[in-house]
């Protein structure tokens, strides 16, 4: 089944500790990305690639890495929490082109304490 | 960055009614609209997309009319039933600014029976 699938779904974490949600997908895409959904601001996009060892910032970077190493995988890093990363994340991916159906994750939430 | 508006916020319909959801993007470059659909707990999907070299698309009881001109598409359903309760995105994809997609900030459409 084609599917991008993120991990942890649900975490509770304190500021300052660094934590990674981790992204596969299993539909040999070469571009990935991620989100934060917040109330009233809708999906705004953190990071993406278009393929292993490219990666590019979006609109809302600050406070976030990531990594491509290989081109299934897409981790978003928060290397040091703050309250206001209080959020839900997607990851998404999409074929080469990028004008084409973006396939979601099932969202990891995330609050910082 | 591309800056795309969502109205409504939310919208209430009672079951069989038509519901209209409109999104107005800044860039005349975009060239790709897709719209997201949200059920509660899981990842948008896509549901239907246009592009910009056509001015309406049809799949079932969902429809997009993309107007160039005013910078404006819609999404509209009609004969709606329950199960089309969710959030619903919006998104652009403007050509010439890099590899990235543009949300609206959602709408919450209720059926109600």
């Known amino acids: 089944e084609a599917q991008v699938t993120q991990n942890p779904r649900y975490l509770i974490t304190v500021t300052g500790k660094k934590l990674t949600v981790t992204c596969s997908q299993n539909?040999?895409?070469?571009?990935m990305s991620w989100y934060r959904q917040d109330p009233g601001l809708g999906l705004r996009q953190i990071y993406y690639?278009?393929?292993?060892?490219?990666?590019d910032k979006g609109d809302v970077p600050e406070g976030y890495k990531v990594s491509r190493k290989e081109k299934r995988n897409f981790p978003l890093i928060l290397e040091s929490p703050s309250p206001n990363q209080t959020s839900l994340y997607f990851c998404?991916?999409?074929?080469?082109?990028?004008?084409?159906?973006?396939?979601f994750g099932e969202g990891s939430r995330l609050t910082v304490l | 960055g591309e800056n795309v508006e969502q109205h409504p916020s939310t919208l209430s319909v009672q079951e069989g009614d038509s519901a209209v959801i409109k999104c107005t993007y800044s860039?005349?470059?975009?060239?790709?609209f897709p719209w997201y659909k949200q059920e509660l707990g899981k990842g948008p999907q896509l549901i239907i997309d246009?592009?910009?070299?056509?001015g309406e698309k049809k799949d079932q009881r969902i429809a997009v009319t993309l107007n160039k001109t005013a910078k404006h598409f819609s999404l509209h359903i009609t004969e709606t039933q329950p199960e089309d309760s969710a959030v619903y995105f919006c998104?652009?994809?403007?050509?010439?600014?890099?590899?990235?997609?543009?949300f609206g900030t959602g709408t919450s459409l209720t059926v109600i029976p």
């Open positions: 246009i592009r910009s070299n056509v």
């Open positions: 998404a991916s999409t074929r080469t082109g990028v004008t084409g159906e973006l396939f």
């Open positions: 860039d005349s470059a975009s060239n790709y």
């Open positions: 998104a652009v994809f403007p050509r010439n600014t890099g590899n990235q997609f543009y």
């Open positions: 539909m040999n895409h070469e571009y």
């Open positions: 690639s278009m393929n292993v060892e490219v990666t």
